[in-house]
């Protein structure tokens, strides 16, 4: 038989033994908690962000300036796809209506050229399928691009008004002439070129279209 101290003895070291165990419960159970509350938070931080859309950057090539060109003039700019408020893929119909100008009339479907009615208009425009294709700048014409290359300026000044930009071939029909082509670098833009004409030392003529009709040789011939 336990004696009365040796039962208190007993009983004390058995409580002791319950309260570690269960502080050492306790403990654990804890340690799990703040495991699982760091997961929720790893998942929000690794989950995908809104994408935001981007915004095209405003084009830089010789078209930029021809949207502030409301009315066809005397003076009015060439770029690589319109002439003043004309623009390459209108109708004729649409042409003469953001002209303000009575055109001529295409002679032939598939390929004519025509130009506004009067003689303060020096310029043609080609028509297929009765859109505008290109438009062209020849003989005495003192219309300009937009960037300022005009029939006269030397091979040089065309290379330094469109550095990295121009690309020299011989021309068809004069020995010592050269094609001088302008390609944007804007791949929205990428089927439209400006074609300056030279005798090997001057710009005789330009022309800014669509391809392939602003790169025909001939013409409509």
């Not at 084009?59 to 066809?72: F, G, I, P, V």
């Not at 009765?130 to 937009?146: E, F, L, P, Q, W």
């Not at 710009?203 to 669509?210: A, E, L, M």
Request: with cysteine; aromatic share 6%.
């Amino acid at each position: 038989m336990l004696s009365s101290r040796q039962s208190t003895l007993l009983l004390f070291s058995l409580a002791s033994t319950i309260l570690c165990l269960g502080a050492c419960a306790s403990g654990g159970v804890s340690v799990a908690e703040s495991s699982e509350s760091v997961q929720p938070a790893a998942t929000q931080v690794t989950s995908s962000p809104t994408q935001t859309p981007s915004i095209a950057p405003e084009s830089k090539s010789e078209n930029t300036s021809a949207k502030q060109q409301a009315k066809l003039t005397a003076q009015s700019k060439l770029s690589i796809n319109s002439i003043g408020p004309i623009r390459v893929g209108m109708s004729v119909a649409q042409a003469e209506a953001a002209a303000g100008v009575k055109l001529t009339r295409p002679d032939n479907r598939e390929c004519s050229y025509i130009r506004p009615q009067g003689s303060n208009y020096d310029f043609l425009m080609m028509v297929t399928n009765n859109r505008i294709a290109r438009i062209d700048v020849r003989g005495k014409s003192r219309i300009t691009t937009i960037s300022g290359a005009r029939i006269g300026d030397t091979e040089s000044k065309i290379k330094s008004l469109y550095p990295g930009q121009i690309t020299v071939t011989p021309h068809k029909y004069q020995p010592k002439g050269h094609y001088l082509i302008f390609t944007p670098k804007d791949r929205n833009e990428a089927n439209y070129r400006i074609v300056f004409e030279t005798d090997g030392t001057r710009v005789t003529s330009f022309r800014g279209g669509k391809r392939p009709e602003v790169e025909w040789v001939e013409g409509c011939s």
